[in-house]
């Protein structure tokens, strides 16, 4: 090989192995590269401002994060955050954006148009899409969920109290039907002066027993 080949060998070597220093290893994070489909870049078109002002600590920085997806296949739609391809991502409640006005809360009747299943809900959500905003979307969508689950926490809760006043009741009678047999008066005897076999109880059980029967506030 030729002497003055070497050097200029040795530059390609160099300059290859610095390039396979600078590609990732398969699967492992990409900050700033597209995640892929269904992901949106955090960004104004118009301002280059955030859209969404969310910042996420990853990988010792805290920085808004470039891209975002939004989860509304759920009862409580999510704000999905990420750095790049193969990055952490980040969850955060997905709120309607505020007005930049103060408003002043919603009437019981300006709440019910936003009930679900409701004869007009087909309009309010035709209103919704015509509004292009799908933090109002998610809102709408958590609200008529947590009043659905609301519902159903409150119809067991009464069917509950029914339970606990059957029970209650069928307590009280118990307890009559013992005070009618003299039942309290039948077992102390037996319990404070009779003391049961060994087998059966050991003298320290028998004492603790009567500690706690004859505690005056028990």
């Known amino acids: 090989m030729d002497n003055e080949s ?3 060998l040795a530059l390609v070597l160099e300059d290859q192995d610095r390039k396979e220093a600078q590609t990732p290893a398969p699967g492992s994070p990409m900050p700033g590269v597209h995640p892929g489909f269904s992901w949106f870049c955090n960004a104004n078109e118009e301002t280059g401002s955030p859209i969404f002002h969310e910042y996420v600590f990853d990988d010792g920085l805290e920085i808004i994060a470039p891209y975002y997806q939004l ?13 790049g391809r193969r990055c952490t991502v980040h969850s955060r409640t997905l709120r309607a954006c ?8 919603l009437t019981c009747k300006q709440r019910y148009s936003f ?20 933090t109002l979307k998610a ?5 008529r969920a947590m009043t659905k689950r609301a519902s159903r926490i409150a119809n067991h809760i009464a069917a509950l109290r029914e339970d606990l006043a059957d029970v209650t009741q069928q307590r009280f009678q118990s307890a009559k039907s013992l005070a ?7 077992i102390t005897p037996r319990v404070i002066y009779s003391m049961p076999p060994l087998e059966h109880l050991t003298d320290n059980q028998v004492r603790h027993a009567h500690d706690f029967f004859n505690d005056p506030w028990a």
């Open 71 to 83: 989860d509304m296949d759920t009862n409580s739609p999510e704000l999905l955050l990420t750095r």
């Open 180 to 186: 009618d047999a003299n039942a309290y008066y039948r």
């Open 115 to 134: 009930e679900a299943d409701q004869p007009f809900s087909c309009l309010v959500d035709w209103a919704l899409d015509q509004e292009e905003d799908d």
């Open 98 to 105: 505020k007005d930049p006005y103060p408003r002043s809360a």
């Open 139 to 143: 809102e709408v969508a958590r609200y």
């Open 6 to 8: 070497v050097p200029a």
